[in-house]
């Protein structure tokens, strides 16, 4: 039986290496990384201190220096959900500036956390009122934001902009750099959640011009429950956990030292191969999209055809459900995902799907393919040779395929 995983936009296989540098993390260098006075706390301190600077310089932080008592611009989180959390929770609790701007076609973790800010009442730390106002911008056909469409939006009171570095469901890539620059002029903060960009396409937050960048460590072969959040030097933002002095006491809790590590060597592995490894991913989806479409009548790519993510490709099957694509592909040994896998077990179609005008009933036949260093040639050609049958079968039960 094949097993053929392209769902690694919803999560990767940690490389070999990052499991073999974590293991000493987790049995005897045990250390807590707060507890500078011993050996084994020194130990973990100066691992978790070198992973900072790994994960720095994926991103083109590149002067923190070997001080643990130096968190500089990188603050480890649980992952890219808490990163985006703390981005906008934090940039506007406690101050007076309380507009949120952010796109239809964002993660849930920044969609929601915006309308729970609209929602919420009151700030149980200051008692100063916190309800914002958020507008969300719309996409195009192709999943682009109009970067008039923010000037416009844009107000004094307008505390911080955040748009997705490239989506998760349909790959396109915002234009960061421009929207950062537009955001500046109006003296607003600019938060991008790059989760599906980092170790994927160069980041450098210095080009795009940034203030804060969330990234997740398993979304390019690091372990699970870890990330960061890039905060330039100077940003004004609240501290996110309370209880500690860990991360300049802006996120309090022990560290989780064996993810912190493998996150460090998945950055180092990420930076070696990128170049070679996106233009293979490419060339990979390419050969897809082409088998796929040469033999499958009927079938249309979600989202920019250029502007995207190497390894992300997001079709849609007229007259096919994705659910039952997505049985039949586990069948034959293939797992692919049909909308965001964050919301799997959601049966509502895709937000995305739905903010780029793709209407509700074809949203629902909509399958992400993505690929990462462990996809080769053989698996795509399997799919190609194995799909054609499969939907076939599927359109021949379904009651709303006119073929
Ligand atoms: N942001 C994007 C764009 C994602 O794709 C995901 C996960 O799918 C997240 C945020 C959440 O990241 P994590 O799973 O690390 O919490």
Redesign the pocket.
Known sequence: MKNIYLDN???TRPAPEVVEAMLPYLGELFGNPSSKYYGVGQITRAAVQKARQQVGRLIGVNNISDNPDDPYEIYFT???????NWALKGAVMCKSKKHIITSAF?????LETAEMLEKSLGCNVCAKQTACEVTILPVDSTGLVNPDDLRKALRDETAIVSI??????IGTIQPIKELAAITHERGALFHT????TVGKIPVDVNDLGVDLL?M????FHGP????ALYIRKGTRLDPFLNGGGQERALRAGTHNVAGIVGMGVACELAMKNMEAEAKRERALVETLWQGLSDRIPKIHRNGHPEIRLPGTLNVRFEGAEGEAILMYMDMMGVQVSSG???STGDIKPSHVLLAIGVKQEEAHGSIRFSLSHDTTAEDIQYVIDTMPKQLDMIRQMSVTWKG
């Open positions: 936009a919803a999560t649980s992952g890219g959900t808490e990163s985006d964002e993660h849930h973790a920044v997705m570095h490239a989506n998760n469901e959640d790059a989760v599906q969330s997740s460590g398993h979304k699970k429950g870890i990330g965001s896998a964050c």
